[in-house]
C-alpha cells in the first residue's frame, strides 16, 4: 500500500463516520492496514489528516467543477446560484457535515484544523477566482465575497434556516426570484 492507495479508503470513512472516528485505529481498520503502517506512510497523525484534508479538499473541487462544467458563468449571481446548488446535492452532504466539524474543530483550537481549513480555504479561493465572470472588474474581490456569501448560505442550510438563506440572496438580487 502506498500513500496515495490509503486516502481515498480514509476520505470514504471520514466522510462516512466524521472526524469524530479518525483515531488511527478506526482510520487503519478503514483502510485494511495498522496504525504503525499509517504512521511509516504519513509521518504522524497530524500529517495523516492533512494530508486527508487536501485529498478531501481536492475531491470537492472535483465536484464543484462538475456543476460548473465547461460553460463559463456571465454573472457572480449564477456563480453563486451553481456553487449553492451543487452544495446542495445530496451526494454533497458528506462534505458539508465534514466541512461543519473542521471549523468547529478550528474554532474550539483542535491542533491541526484551523491550518487545515485556512489551507482549504485558500484553495477555494483561488479556484473561485478563476470562475468568475470573463471581464469581471475585480476577480479576486468578487471572489471573496462569493465565497462569504456561499459560506453564511451553506450555514444558514445547515441549521435549518434555508429559506433565510434563500431571502437573504433574493434580497441581495444574487437569487432568481
Known amino acids: 500500500?502506498?500513500?496515495?492507495?490509503?486516502?481515498p479508503l480514509l476520505a470514504r470513512h471520514v466522510l462516512a463516520h466524521g472526524f469524530?472516528?479518525?483515531s488511527?485505529?478506526?482510520?487503519?481498520?478503514?483502510?485494511?492496514?495498522?496504525d504503525r503502517m499509517l504512521l511509516y506512510?504519513?509521518?504522524s497523525k497530524e500529517a495523516l489528516i492533512a494530508d486527508l484534508l487536501a485529498y478531501l479538499a481536492a475531491l470537492y473541487a472535483a465536484g464543484?467543477?462538475?456543476?460548473l462544467g465547461d460553460d463559463?458563468?456571465?454573472?457572480?449571481?449564477?456563480?453563486?446560484?451553481r456553487i449553492i446548488d451543487q452544495n446542495r446535492d445530496p451526494a454533497m452532504q458528506p462534505f458539508m457535515a465534514l466541512w461543519w466539524e473542521i471549523v468547529a474543530g478550528a474554532a474550539r483550537g483542535t491542533p491541526g484544523f484551523a491550518a487545515a481549513a485556512q489551507a482549504m480555504m485558500g484553495e477555494l479561493l483561488g479556484w473561485l477566482e478563476g470562475q468568475m465572470p470573463e471581464g469581471d472588474a475585480d476577480p479576486a474581490g468578487?471572489?471573496?465575497y462569493l465565497l462569504t456569501v456561499i459560506e453564511g448560505a451553506m450555514m444558514l442550510s445547515a441549521i435549518g434556516h434555508a429559506d433565510t438563506a434563500?431571502?437573504?440572496?433574493?434580497?441581495?438580487?444574487?437569487?432568481?426570484s
Open 1 to 7: 500500500m502506498s500513500k496515495e492507495s490509503l486516502l
Open 142 to 144: 468578487g471572489a471573496r
Open 64 to 67: 464543484l467543477e462538475t456543476a
Open 20 to 22: 469524530g472516528q479518525a
Open 24 to 34: 488511527l485505529r478506526p482510520l487503519a481498520k478503514a483502510a485494511g492496514t495498522s
Open 166 to 176: 434563500r431571502e437573504g440572496l433574493l434580497a441581495g438580487g444574487l437569487a432568481p
Open 72 to 81: 463559463r458563468p456571465s454573472t457572480r449571481a449564477d456563480v453563486l446560484a
Open 41 to 43: 506512510h504519513f509521518g
